[in-house]
């Protein structure tokens, strides 16, 4: 079992910054990739970014590119998602999620593909 504990979501106006952080304990060695998802209001759960942990292979989904950057600190157990120039479309929980399968590549975007999941942290962006 592996559990993951969000943190630093909040209330941000449009254009600031946040970072939220995920950390994780239990049997993380068997861990392949770390995701960020979020959900909206009425929405489906749709991916964000991800990072393998052993060689820090990173994926993002266009929307994010160039404003967020997810990181990690093996050391910590921690993933971290730096959000800048964030937008009013960006409100949602967000969540992290770890991957223990070995294709986890082929499937960093799909979030059945996920093995564990945080219980999410709220980021609201005001206008």
């Known amino acids: 079992q592996v559990q993951l504990v969000e943190s630093g979501g909040g209330l941000v106006q449009a254009g600031g910054s946040l970072r939220l952080a995920c950390a994780a304990s239990?049997?993380?060695?068997?861990?392949?990739?770390m995701g960020w998802f979020r959900q909206a209001p009425g929405k489906e759960r749709e991916f964000v970014a991800a990072?393998?942990?052993?060689?820090?292979?990173?994926y993002y989904v266009d929307s994010v590119k160039g404003r967020f950057t997810i990181s990690k600190d093996n050391a910590k157990n921690t993933v971290y998602q730096q959000m800048n120039s964030v937008k009013p479309e960006n409100t949602a929980v967000y969540y992290c999620?770890?991957?223990?399968?070995?294709?986890?590549?082929?499937?960093?975007?799909?979030?059945?593909?996920?093995?564990?999941w945080g219980q999410g942290t709220q980021v609201t962006v005001s206008s």
């Open positions: 999620a770890a991957n223990q399968q070995i294709y986890w590549r082929s499937t960093y975007s799909r979030a059945r593909a996920y093995d564990y």
């Open positions: 239990g049997r993380t060695f068997n861990t392949c990739g």
């Open positions: 990072i393998s942990w052993s060689d820090s292979v990173i």
